[in-house]
């Protein structure tokens, strides 16, 4: 089984929308075998998805029924595959761990910057941002699984 977590810092912006985004294409393209979450850096522990996230989301033709914010520790670090920061900044900040990559490591992808704050334009571009990001993740996971 393949863990992949995004990681953003209160985990109710842009690490939910990528995950909400990556799990419905694994699961629209019938992928197995691979598990998507997310947490944060500084969050308040089941803070639910941000309204201007979650409205983006939807937006864009993601469902989801509910959601809550967690904290990322340690240990689901070194349980996971692949760890994915919305930022190189927070990829330094967990840079004693050798299986974190920040999401412009990914090819074609840059920062995602936080929207926190900003009107619903600015959550909606930042989605659309992590759509893109989400598609070439799942790219190379399907690559992988052909053994390209």
């Known amino acids: 089984m393949k863990k992949i977590i995004f990681v953003c810092t209160g985990n109710t912006c842009r690490s939910p929308m990528a995950e909400i985004m990556l799990k419905a294409m694994i699961k629209n393209d019938?992928?197995?075998?691979v598990r998507v979450s997310s947490a944060g850096l500084a969050v308040g522990e089941g803070d639910k998805i941000n309204k201007n996230s979650a409205k983006a989301v939807r937006k864009l033709g993601y469902k989801f029924s509910s959601f809550k914010s967690k904290q990322l520790t340690a240990?689901?670090?070194?349980?996971?595959?692949?760890?994915?920061?919305?930022?190189?900044?927070q990829k330094r900040y967990l840079s004693a761990f050798e299986n974190v990559m920040s999401i412009s490591e990914i090819e074609g992808c840059k920062d995602v910057s936080d929207p926190y704050g900003l009107d619903e334009t600015a959550y909606f571009n930042t989605a659309i941002q992590i759509e893109q990001a989400c598609k070439a993740i799942k790219d190379k996971i399907v690559k992988l699984q052909k053994g390209e």
Not at 30 to 33: A, H, K, L, V
Not at 75 to 89: D, L, P, R, Y
């Open 30 to 33: 019938g992928i197995e075998g």
């Open 75 to 89: 240990q689901m670090v070194k349980k996971a595959t692949v760890v994915i920061t919305m930022t190189a900044e």
